[in-house]
């Protein structure tokens, strides 16, 4: 079993930046593909952003290329989402999600899931 932890988000304004954390325990992050996903009010979950096992691969939704960035820690278990250049269409619940996979945008592909944690941005 694998359990993650996200920091808390918060409040920023409108091209601000943000940096969230995910912790992992049970299980080295190390094992795991992570990625990170976002759900705003009314819409579906949608993927954000992807690290491979190792940390060298990485993958973004189009919509945060440029914008964001994910990395890996594996000795602190943890994986991190940089959020810069911030807009209002960034405001959402963000999950961290670990599993048996890599890069993978499909929320299927990941076994476990953070209890999310709101990122809200002023205009």
């Known amino acids: 079993q694998v359990q993650l932890v996200e920091s808390r988000g918060g409040l920023v304004q409108a091209g601000g930046s943000l940096r969230l954390s995910c912790a992992a325990s049970g299980r080295t992050s190390s094992s795991f593909g992570m990625a990170w996903f976002r759900q705003a009010p009314g819409k579906e979950r949608d993927f954000v952003a992807a690290i491979s096992r190792g940390g060298i691969g990485t993958y973004y939704a189009d919509s945060v290329k440029g914008r964001f960035t994910i990395s890996k820690d594996n000795a602190k278990n943890t994986v991190y989402l940089q959020m810069n250049s911030l807009n209002a269409e960034d405001t959402a619940v963000y999950y961290c999600?670990?599993?048996?996979?890599?890069?993978?945008?499909?929320?299927?592909?990941?076994?476990?899931w953070g209890q999310g944690t709101q990122v809200t941005v002023s205009s």
């Open positions: 999600a670990a599993g048996l996979t890599s890069l993978s945008s499909r929320s299927s592909s990941y076994d476990y």
